[in-house]
């Protein structure tokens, strides 16, 4: 039934060559033994085969060497204390680039605050609720909407302005003020840090959160450097 669709098919989308090529078929496949077909087919696929991986083997050897030749022989191996980079400076951050989790507008600061963004991904929920637990216990239903979005808003701020700390150097440097806020879609928080206190030079601004093992001990979130100029 198969073979009379196809043959059916053929003639309707193809009617001048589909004769000819069903007479070649058979006439081929007539004058050839059935091992010889299946070796002459078994030969064809491993062919096929070899050359796919042939071009696949030369395609990655011309990028390894195209790697290897952008390559350095001294040049960093991904420490971030001697590395700057740029995805943390919006001025120099391709638009295109996803918010890393600490970033500044600038690498050179001139001005007297300087705003520094924290993202908060989602994947970091667990660790809040850990660190801060059930802030929104009170009874707030007799309040209206507005008066509870405003509690739950301060209470969360509260909470991440703990999580996350900031240090300038090896120092802490803890925000007067932090507001949530959004940067190329990404969801966080923003402080503005009074940059009076800070040595001329370069510089090191650090975030750290609590461990998920332990509360009272901290691992770095983010790092970036920045060179202060001041006025």
Request: proline share 6%; glycine share 4%; aromatic share 12%.
């Amino acid at each position: 039934m198969m073979a009379k669709f196809q043959l059916a098919f053929g003639s309707i989308v193809n009617p001048i060559f589909s004769k000819s090529l069903q007479y070649l078929s058979l006439t081929f496949m007539t004058n050839l033994s059935r091992r010889a077909f299946y070796t002459g087919l078994s030969l064809i696929i491993v062919l096929m085969i070899v050359s796919t991986l042939f071009v696949t083997l030369k395609k990655t050897l011309e990028h390894f060497d195209r790697k290897s030749m952008l390559g350095r022989e001294f040049f960093s191996n991904g420490s971030p204390n001697y590395r700057l980079s740029n995805d943390a400076y919006d001025a120099q951050r391709n638009p295109e680039a996803p918010t890393p989790e600490l970033c500044i507008p600038t690498d050179i600061v001139e001005s007297a605050y300087l705003p520094v963004f924290v993202k908060y991904p989602r994947s970091m929920d667990a660790r809040l609720t850990k660190f801060c637990g059930n802030l929104n216990i009170a009874d707030n239903s007799q309040l209206s909407k507005t008066a509870q979005r405003l509690i739950t808003d301060s209470l969360n701020i509260s909470c991440l302005s703990n999580f996350f700390q900031l240090r300038i150097n090896d120092s802490i440097n803890p925000p007067t003020d932090w507001l949530f806020t959004e940067k190329n879609g990404s969801k966080g928080i923003v402080t503005y840090l009074d940059t009076r206190s800070f040595p001329a030079g370069k510089n090191l601004l650090s975030v750290k959160i609590p461990t998920e093992s332990k509360i009272d001990s901290l691992e770095q979130l983010g790092s970036l450097f920045f060179y202060f100029v001041p006025k």
